[in-house]
């Protein structure tokens, strides 16, 4: 039997809401680029670089959610 995992909170209030709202903020530029790639029919290689802003975002707020 494995013993249960220990997560430890290492930031504060503050810095979670900082990452929960630069996180959704650079989510909400993301959807943004995407709508803009979509109208302008932006090459891949312009469409491909929108991963990112997506994956940073993403952190930004698991982040926040997991309190890490």
Not at 46 to 53: E, S
């Amino acid at each position: 039997m494995s013993e249960p995992e220990v997560c430890f909170i290492n930031i504060g209030p503050k810095q979670r809401r900082l990452r929960m709202v630069s996180g959704v903020a650079i989510l909400g530029v993301t959807v943004g680029l995407i709508a803009a790639a979509a109208l302008t029919e932006a090459p891949l290689w312009m469409r491909l670089g929108i991963f990112l802003p997506a994956v940073v975002g993403m952190i930004g707020v698991l982040q926040a959610r997991e309190k890490t």
